[in-house]
């Protein structure tokens, strides 16, 4: 692509300063995000891709130019860009906003809408005092757009690009399939926003597998609520502890009798005072022991590897296994 060589000696002049705006925005939105378990990707723009934004007529000059460097932050659901539009107003100069569904959009077109950011670098109350503000040459002038996108956005985003605006040719079909595929996206992060309303009508199946980690969640969370189980025992994640729990007793081909490993579970753990539940090993471990001491599991188990610690058995020291049938911590030779 042939353009301007005064584009060129203008950008080969901004680009030191862009590329220092874009290791400052970077290390601020990189630790943000990994502290709440968002993505993140950033570009600096290509002179080529620069001259062709100029040539859209839109631009009066170049401190007008707002996406030399350009990033987003892409969110689990829409539900949380409300706390990443406050995180960047607080840490960066925000020139404006323009958020999702605020551009006039008919009802039938489906195309990019997600919410941009236009900001600067803040400057200290020291800098302001030594720097030349009205120097463009400043990376505290230059502008960077930060997109918000969730990642269904994201992936449509990443996934059609490409294949419609990168093409030699301009193809209805193409442009279509991809509006189609937003169409898509819109829906999904709509089910997702009203995810709990939405499964109220969903029709139900009858999973026996389901009811019953279904009725252990229930009855665990009871113990919680009532004071019985520490609060510090919480699994991370209910829905796994429950898998985990199942499996255990389908493994021993006990999954007949899951209600009366439920009712021994709240029997042992209600006649047991908070104070004596022991807070050195897990939940799954406590119950582990609960259902072995009570012969209602025998081990060892075949084809499952019991999560037997130190703390565990010195808290029950019957609760005895080779080191065939126990999850192993250690690096051992396999030609031992």
């Known amino acids: 692509m042939i353009y301007p060589s005064v584009l060129e000696r203008k950008y080969n002049e901004y680009i030191p300063f862009v590329k220092k705006v874009s290791e400052r925005v970077k290390s601020t939105l990189v630790n943000f995000c990994e502290s709440k378990g968002y993505a993140f990707t950033s570009r600096i723009k290509s002179v080529e891709?620069?001259?062709?934004?100029?040539?859209?007529?839109?631009?009066?000059?170049?401190?007008?130019?707002?996406?030399?460097?350009?990033?987003?932050?892409?969110?689990?659901?829409?539900?949380?860009?409300?706390?990443?539009?406050?995180?960047?107003?607080?840490?960066?100069?925000?020139?404006?906003?323009?958020?999702?569904?605020?551009?006039?959009?008919?009802?039938?077109?489906?195309?990019?809408?997600?919410?941009?950011?236009?900001?600067?670098?803040?400057?200290?109350e020291v800098i302001n005092l030594s720097l030349n503000i009205e120097n463009e040459l400043s990376i505290y002038n230059i502008i960077f757009e930060i997109q918000i996108k969730s990642a269904f956005e994201h992936a449509w985003s990443v996934s059609t690009h490409d294949l419609v605006y990168k093409s030699s040719e301009i193809d209805w079909k193409r442009l279509r399939l991809a509006a189609q595929i937003k169409a898509n996206v819109e829906q999904l992060d709509t089910l997702i926003l009203a995810f709990e309303q939405t499964s109220d009508i969903i029709l139900e199946s009858n999973d026996a597998d389901i009811k019953i980690k279904r009725k252990l969640a229930v009855e665990i969370n009871k113990l919680f609520q009532n004071g019985k189980i520490p609060d510090e025992l919480q699994p991370k994640d209910m829905n796994r502890f429950c898998d985990n729990l199942y499996r255990l007793a389908v493994v021993a081909k006990k999954e007949n009798e899951i209600p009366a490993i439920i009712e021994k579970i709240k029997k042992e753990i209600s006649s047991t005072s908070s104070k004596k539940i022991p807070r050195s090993i897990s939940l799954f471990q406590y119950l582990f022991a609960i259902l072995i001491r009570n012969k209602i599991i025998e081990i060892p188990i075949k084809d499952y590897h019991c999560h037997i610690t130190e703390e565990l058995t010195t808290l029950y020291p019957d609760i005895q296994i080779d080191n065939d049938s126990i999850f192993v911590y250690t690096e051992e030779s396999e030609d031992r």
């Open 49 to 124: 891709s620069l001259a062709e934004k100029i040539e859209t007529g839109r631009f009066k000059k170049w401190l007008d130019l707002d996406d030399l460097f350009a990033c987003t932050v892409i969110i689990p659901t829409l539900s949380h860009e409300e706390e990443v539009i406050q995180f960047c107003k607080n840490v960066f100069e925000i020139t404006r906003i323009v958020k999702r569904g605020q551009n006039k959009k008919a009802p039938d077109t489906f195309k990019f809408d997600s919410t941009r950011i236009y900001a600067r670098i803040k400057k200290t």
